[in-house]
């Protein structure tokens, strides 16, 4: 699970004292851009879920699959990626400006530290472009109008929309429902939108109710949905095949291994504007 904070005011200074979804996802990565307090969350979360980092590690295989569709099968060229989380191999903009080099990648997080690095690490080709927006999530009207969104892409023209693994920190269904329909509006047809987002789905029935005690007493920030939930935020745009369905099965590989959809516990979703 790649992940974003999604607090309302963003922080100019680098807490290290709070943990931040996106340094702990680097850390269940097993990156070195995390703190005490990231690596303290992280091992509370992994001991009421022990496959945590197997579903970090599918969760980032499903970014990669996903982009390289929707460049090489789907002709996308422009990507708004919210909540990107810190910067690793086979970034957005790497893996499509692989396929082709004109694509054009806007990075959106509200983590100072994913500021910071993503400046410094996400270089474009020469035909393409990159940006990055220190914003909210929960404000799309500031992403949408910012400068630089409408700097580098042009939303006449076809965009994929990522949401991967960021729903899942705003708890109410009907607050992420108004957040991805103010984003979707803002797209023209023939644009996608992609998104992840922890399940309970797959869970046996004593690690889904360990799970809810870890919701309801504030030690986890990861708020699953169904797969009838996750469906519905995306209605009335047109599912890619395989529609919703674990992200280590969303078109995997030939011949690569898969884990158990219960170790990942993670669905996945690709859908166009028609």
């Given amino acids: 699970m790649r992940e974003a904070s999604t607090s309302r005011h963003l922080q100019h200074a680098i807490d290290t004292s709070v943990p931040h979804p996106a340094r702990r996802y680097n850390y269940w990565l097993g990156g070195k851009d995390n703190f ?3 690596r303290a969350s992280g091992d509370q979360i992994a001991a009421a879920w022990p496959s945590v980092r197997t579903a970090a590690i599918e969760n980032r295989r499903f970014l990669k699959r996903v982009t390289a569709f929707l460049t090489g099968q789907a002709g996308i060229r422009q990507f708004l990626d919210i909540g990107t989380g810190l910067p690793t191999a086979d970034n ?12 054009r990648v806007v990075y959106v997080d509200n983590d100072p530290m994913v500021g910071v690095h993503a400046r410094a690490l996400m270089t474009s080709t020469p035909e393409g472009a990159t940006a990055y927006l220190e914003a909210d999530l929960r404000e799309p009207e500031a992403i949408l109008h910012h400068p630089d969104l409408r700097r580098v892409l042009d939303l006449d023209r076809p965009v994929a929309l990522m949401l991967i693994a960021v729903l899942h920190f705003i708890r109410d269904n009907d607050e992420v429902a108004r957040i991805v329909r103010r984003l979707v509006s803002a797209l023209p047809p023939g644009s996608y939108a992609a998104a992840s987002n922890a399940t309970k789905d797959f869970m046996r029935p004593e690690d889904a109710a360990t799970y809810d005690m870890l919701v309801a007493s504030g030690r986890t920030d990861v708020f699953p949905r169904s797969r009838a939930e996750l469906a519905a935020l995306f209605a009335g745009l047109d599912l890619i095949e395989p529609g919703v369905v674990p992200v280590s099965d969303w078109r995997p590989v030939a011949g690569a291994d898969r884990p158990d959809p219960v170790d990942v516990s993670v669905l996945g979703v690709v ?4």
């Fill in 36 to 38: 005490a307090a990231d």
């Fill in 271 to 274: 859908a166009r504007l028609p």
């Fill in 92 to 103: 957005t903009h790497e893996v499509a400006q692989a396929i082709a080099p004109d694509s």
